[in-house]
């Protein structure tokens, strides 16, 4: 997915057609990250010799399991705890701004390495500060760097089960993350089933939600009509 999409500076996908009009909340300009510095911890001898493994057969010693914490971005005093399981990598980011742990997978998916960024939850006090940005800009920076073939990641605005309401269905797509428009789920627990056709209607060139948030008139209506994406992948 990092290949096939033409990019920004920041390495962010534009929307077809429209170079250069996306808008994100990221800064002007490159920032360069480099490997994260942040401790990371395998309990077990064991568990570190299968982790050992699980790394090598994805990423053919292009990176270590100390390296793990660059691939979800976390910052250097972060701490980061890696459970294998099988062929797949469980792991948390635990960090003083962040509402308990950042959780991300990693995995082959038809020969190729996918990150599926689970849950990450900013502190309210840290909200503003840049870090969820930066998080996120080093991990795209050193999942490219890793041949990482991209990120996935349930963009959420509602929970019922917990009663709460998520603005990553908004926030992500303002960072790079998309998903076709036919892909979205308009299933029995839908909040708004037809929003597809809606969307054909209002915006009827957008093939993906980067094409409705390409402009201003489409960021403020998603931010008011959008729902969670499934799908998300940056």
């Not at 929307?15 to 401790?39: I, V």
């Amino acid at each position: 997915y990092f290949a096939e999409c033409e990019r920004d500076k920041l390495g962010h996908c534009l929307p077809s057609g429209r170079a250069g009009e996306q808008k994100t909340d990221q800064p002007k300009g490159k920032k360069q990250y480099g490997k994260s510095k942040a401790k990371v911890a395998v309990d077990l001898k064991q568990e570190r010799r299968l982790a050992e493994e699980i790394i090598q057969s994805m990423f053919h010693g292009k990176i270590s399991v100390e390296d793990i914490g660059s691939l979800v971005g976390a910052p250097d005093d972060a701490e980061i705890v890696v459970e294998p399981d099988r062929d797949v990598l469980h792991v948390s980011m635990y960090h003083p701004s962040l509402e308990g742990a950042c959780k991300n997978l990693i995995y082959m998916e038809r020969g190729k390495v996918v990150v599926h960024l689970d849950y990450i939850e900013i502190k309210k006090e840290a909200q503003g500060s840049g870090i969820g940005s930066d998080i996120f800009g080093r991990q795209v920076e050193q999942c490219i760097e890793a041949g990482v073939n991209h990120i996935e990641a349930h963009l959420a605005k509602a929970s019922q089960e917990e009663g709460r309401v998520y603005n990553g269905y908004y926030t992500w797509p303002r960072l790079g993350f998309d998903q076709k428009i036919s892909d979205i789920a308009f299933d029995n627990d839908a909040p708004k089933p037809g929003l597809d056709v809606e969307i054909s209607h209002r915006f009827p060139e957008a093939k993906t939600v980067q094409d409705i948030m390409s402009t201003k008139e489409g960021r403020d209506w998603w931010k008011e009509n959008g729902i969670d994406l499934y799908a998300g992948k940056f």
